[in-house]
């Protein structure tokens, strides 16, 4: 079984940056991707950025630019670098991680709030 834990949520101001982090503990098998989501309100849960083992990413159109994924492997850590934030950023933010033999975790979510 593998656990995640996310940390770095917060309030921020627009035009701030904040760094949200996930990270890995259990019985950890190869990383096959890491897909950071978000869940603003009224709206579905949306993939914001995505990652495989190769270190190729992704990033919807609406944050390229301004967000940025990287996984750190030694501390199988998974991190979503957030800049220029605006309010319409404002969701729930999730990760997760699949393994090999696609067996998928998820992080508790941490609130982002980007208000002035």
């Known amino acids: 079984q593998v656990q995640l834990v996310e940390s770095g949520g917060g309030l921020v101001e627009p035009g701030g940056s904040l760094t949200l982090s996930c990270t890995a503990s259990g019985r950890i098998e190869r990383l096959n991707m890491v897909y950071w989501y978000r869940q603003r309100p009224g709206n579905q849960r949306e993939v914001v950025a995505s990652?495989?083992?190769?270190?190729?990413?992704t990033h919807v159109d609406s944050v390229k630019g301004r967000f940025t994924i990287n996984y750190d492997s030694a501390k199988s850590t998974a991190y979503l670098l957030m800049s220029n934030l605006q309010p319409e950023d404002t969701a729930v933010y999730l990760c997760?991680?699949?393994?090999?033999?696609?067996?998928?975790?998820w992080g508790q979510g941490t609130q982002v709030t980007v208000s002035s």
């Open positions: 990652i495989d083992r190769l270190g190729r990413s």
């Open positions: 997760n991680m699949i393994f090999r033999g696609e067996a998928s975790y």
